[in-house]
C-alpha cells in the first residue's frame, strides 16, 4: 500500500470519526493504522497483539470495542468468518474474499463481474441490502502444498 494512498485513507477516517462525533484521539488512530497495516483481515485478537507493543497499558476490551465502533460508523468492515471470530476489513470497496478453511486466511480480490451479480428482487424487497460479497471457500495455495507434501511423505504401506 503506498503513503499516499494510506495517507488518503487515514484522512477520510478522521472526516468520518469527526462526522459521527468520535473523538479521533492518539490510541484510535493508532488502532486504525494497524488495521491499514495488515493485509490479513485481523480479528480483535490479532489487532491487540500489535498494539499492545507499543501501548503497553492498553486492554483488550477496548481495542475491542474501539473495531465495534469503527464498523458501527463504517469506516472499517465485519468480515465473515468460518471459526466465529469477528474479523476486520479496512477495505471498504467492493471486493471478494478467498477464505482458506486450512490456514483461515482471507485473500482480497476483485472482479468485475462478481460485483455485478444482482440480488434477487424477492430478496431487495423485503431487506435493505447494504452491500454483498462473494466469499470462496477453499484451500490456499501454501496450503495445498503443505498437504502435498505430507501425502509423500506417508509410509509405502499406505499407498
Ligand atoms: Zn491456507
Ligand atoms: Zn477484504
Excluded: W
Excluded at 463481474?113 to 441490502?129: G, N, Q
Amino acid at each position: 500500500m503506498n503513503e499516499e494512498y494510506t495517507a488518503g485513507l487515514v484522512e477520510q477516517f478522521i472526516q468520518r470519526c469527526r462526522k459521527h462525533g468520535l473523538k479521533v484521539t492518539p490510541q484510535r488512530l493508532a488502532i486504525y493504522r494497524k488495521l491499514l497495516a495488515s493485509s490479513e483481515h485481523p480479528s480483535a485478537d490479532g489487532v491487540y497483539k500489535k498494539m499492545v507493543q507499543e501501548y503497553p497499558t492498553i486492554s483488550f476490551d477496548t481495542v475491542n470495542r474501539t473495531l465495534l465502533t469503527f464498523a458501527d460508523i463504517g469506516v472499517i468492515e465485519t468480515v465473515e468468518s468460518h471459526s466465529g471470530v469477528r474479523r476486520y476489513d479496512t477495505d471498504i470497496a467492493p471486493h471478494h474474499h478467498l477464505h482458506c478453511i486450512v490456514c483461515g486466511d482471507i485473500i482480497d480480490f476483485c472482479d468485475r463481474d462478481l460485483d455485478a451479480v444482482k440480488v434477487p428482487e424477492r430478496i431487495a424487497r423485503e431487506f435493505t441490502v447494504l452491500g454483498k460479497r462473494v466469499s470462496i471457500r477453499g484451500i490456499c495455495r501454501k496450503c495445498a502444498a503443505r498437504s502435498a507434501q505430507n501425502r509423500e511423505q506417508e509410509p509405502a504401506a499406505h499407498r
